[in-house]
């Protein structure tokens, strides 16, 4: 069993800063990829940021040099620096996890999401 714990969502003003991280744990082998979606009210969800486990990374085109995913390997752990936030950028951020488990079994394990919101 594979297990995402996030940390980091909150309040923050247009123009501000947040910094969100996720860690995995559990019955881990290889973790090919993790990346952070977001789904604010009403719309779907969206893929904000992803890196691979070689480093490669992809953003969507709104975060796009206000953004940066960023990985520690050992820890398990990814994180995005959200910077220029803007009240479009609200929403419920989920981590996600491309993995393979000691079993040999490949999945996509999901965090439970945490609320980021921004004051104009």
């Known amino acids: 069993q594979v297990q995402l714990v996030e940390s980091g969502g909150g309040l923050a003003q247009a123009g501000g800063s947040l910094r969100l991280s996720c860690a995995a744990s559990g019955s881990i082998s290889i973790i090919y990829s993790m990346g952070w979606y977001r789904q604010a009210p009403g719309k779907q969800r969206e893929l904000v940021a992803a890196i691979t486990r070689g480093g490669s990374t992809n953003y969507a085109d709104s975060v796009k040099g206000r953004f940066t995913i960023s990985s520690d390997s050992a820890k398990r752990t990814v994180y995005l620096q959200m910077n220029s936030l803007k009240p479009e950028d609200a929403a419920v951020y989920s981590c996600?996890?491309?993995?393979?488990?000691?079993?040999?079994?490949?999945?996509?394990?999901w965090g439970q999401g945490t609320q980021v919101s921004v004051s104009s």
């Open positions: 996600n996890a491309d993995v393979r488990t000691h079993y040999s079994v490949r999945y996509s394990a």
